[in-house]
């Protein structure tokens, strides 16, 4: 037994079960540890033992069919539906579960989990920013009332975040009167604001009129390039292709892709991901 | 004309005390009925090891008649729980009973309508479940919800007028008294009369007015 980045600050020392032989080096550079995760709802398994660690830069995509259970593993990962097996570690710290002294394994309670999702930034498809604050309220709300950061501090970072999303002069519209490309530009600055080790993106082009996909993708791009650990679900090909260092194809709540992306699209080993991708090339 | 002359004009004062009986029993009711129905609603919908007695306080209160219960809390709650002691506090209760029945609804509906996506992004950045109500779902639900919160008020001031049975000296209390006195019912009723349709128009033309505004403030369809 080892523990998991001994650098980071874990809450307990209880023994974490790990891929053995790997260096201390890469281990510490693991931001997000996905482990044999499971998840059915009733006698629906939608997954069936995920793992892939996600070291910090990594950009990765997730590309599978509609219904394969990627909205469902985003979701599983920050808790908004817990795993009903398997583990999540975020810098090396248990997310969702606790080992107790004997070993044994209990749910971590609401507001342990509530700060580790602070670290763990989520954009959706339908953007889901909240109509009834101003654009710039939407950015402040969370890092004011759950970071406690002072008013002014806050305003300044939202305005920050507009700026590099190219929307500072919105930033007292509401976000009805946006576009949705602006929304969710919006809605990636709200994340960003909480300053998460990981952004998690779950289709987050897939509303938006195409015309309208270029100026969000142009975003996530540049947050890669900065260096942001980006776990990204999408149907866009080519931002897979070109702005991650790792695609992931799901299949029936499985992996059965995981590599760079020249290999995965260009020489995948599994018939299926063949078959999904010659179906998303028309 | 001469009955006009002699008799309303003579005794607008005794209908502006009415009036303003009426505007003080029906905004003391509303707000106590918000208070108990958000109430009710939030023990119906968060706290499950009472959701029966909440249900069944909802259902009650909505489905006595209005008239039941002002005499119901007029003369049966001194003996049950020595209150009130006024019937301006028997009236003002009663019509509150009946309003947060309805508002409990009302909210119900308007927090259970807020869109699923709003409270997971709210609870993906960290906010506890009490944050996200107050920030999230509250705010959301009284937008939404506006018209039928400003509708049941004005249902409140019609029932209203039933508080002058347990002789609380409202509006149509006093035209009653009137009446009495000068035997001219079709004049002082018409004028009664008049004077909430006044009311109520101009305040439901007001409350939409109001409602729009919010909506179109926030870009948001008009209700
Ligand atoms: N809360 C839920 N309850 C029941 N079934 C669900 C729930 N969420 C997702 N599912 C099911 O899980 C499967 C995978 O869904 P999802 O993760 O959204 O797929 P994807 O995002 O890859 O399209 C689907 O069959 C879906 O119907
Ligand atoms: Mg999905």
Redesign the pocket.
């Known amino acids: 037994m080892e523990t998991l980045a001994a650098g980071t600050a874990r809450r307990d020392a209880s023994p974490v079960p790990s891929d053995k032989g790997l260096a201390k080096a890469a281990e510490d550079a693991v931001v997000l540890r996905v482990s044999d995760v499971h998840k059915a ?2 006698d ?1 398994k ?1 997954l069936n033992g995920i793992s892939f660690d996600l070291r910090r830069g990594d950009v990765m995509s997730v590309i ?10 985003l ?1 599983c990962i920050n808790q908004l ?1 817990p795993p009903t097996a398997g583990e999540i570690y975020l810098n090396g710290v248990p997310f969702g579960f606790r080992v107790d002294a004997s070993g044994k394994r209990t749910p971590d309670s609401l507001s342990n989990i509530n700060r580790l999702r602070q670290d763990v930034g989520m954009v959706f498809q339908q953007f889901n920013l909240w109509p009834h604050m101003s654009v710039l309220r939407n950015i402040t709300e969370a890092p004011v009332r759950v970071r406690k950061m002072a008013k002014a501090e806050a305003r300044e970072l939202a305005e920050q975040l507009l700026a590099k999303v190219n929307l500072l002069d919105k930033r007292d519209e509401y976000p009805a009167r946006l576009s949705g490309g602006q929304q969710q530009r919006v809605a990636i600055a709200r994340a960003l604001a909480m300053n998460p080790k990981v952004m998690m993106f ?2 987050a082009t897939s509303s938006l009129d195409p015309e309208l996909t270029g100026e969000v993708l142009d975003v996530m791009r540049g947050l890669g390039e900065e260096g942001m650990t980006m776990l990204v ?1 999408t149907h866009e090909m080519g931002f897979a292709r070109e702005a991650s260092n790792r695609v992931m194809f ?1 299949h029936e ?1 499985r992996v059965e892709e995981d590599g760079p992306p020249e290999q995965v699209f260009d020489n995948p080993k599994s018939e299926r991901c063949r078959a999904f991708l010659s179906k998303s090339y028309r | 004309m001469d009955v006009w002359r002699s008799i309303i004009l003579k005794n607008l004062n005794l209908f502006a005390e009415g009036l303003w009986v009426t505007t003080q029993i029906c905004v003391i009711a509303f707000c106590v009925a918000c208070a108990l129905g958000l109430g009710a609603c939030l023990v119906r919908l968060y706290v499950r090891p009472l959701r029966l007695p909440a249900t069944i306080y909802i259902e009650f209160c909505r489905n006595t008649p209005i008239y039941v219960q002002l005499l119901w809390v007029n003369y049966v709650w001194p003996d049950l729980f020595g209150w009130p002691q006024s019937f301006f506090a028997a009236g003002w209760m009663a019509l509150a009973l009946q309003s947060s029945g309805y508002l409990a609804e009302t909210f119900r509906a308007g927090i259970e309508g807020v869109d699923r996506g709003h409270l997971q992004a709210a609870h993906s950045l960290g906010m506890s479940p009490f944050l996200t109500f107050r920030s999230i779902i509250l705010p959301q639900a009284l937008l939404n919800m506006a018209p039928s919160i400003m509708n049941q008020f004005l249902v409140l001031v019609k029932s209203s007028t039933l508080v002058s049975v347990i002789a609380v000296p409202d509006l149509m209390y006093q035209a009653m008294r009137l009446t009495a006195i000068w035997f001219q019912p079709i004049e002082i009723l018409s004028f009664t009369a008049f004077l909430y349709i006044l009311i109520v128009f101009c305040l439901s033309h007001a409350f939409k007015l109001y409602a729009d505004r919010l909506r179109g403030r926030y870009g948001l369809a008009m209700a």
């Open positions: 709802f009733g629906l939608v599978g069919a509609s219904g394969s259970g990627k909205s469902t593993l979701r539906d779950d289709e679900v799901i709540g």
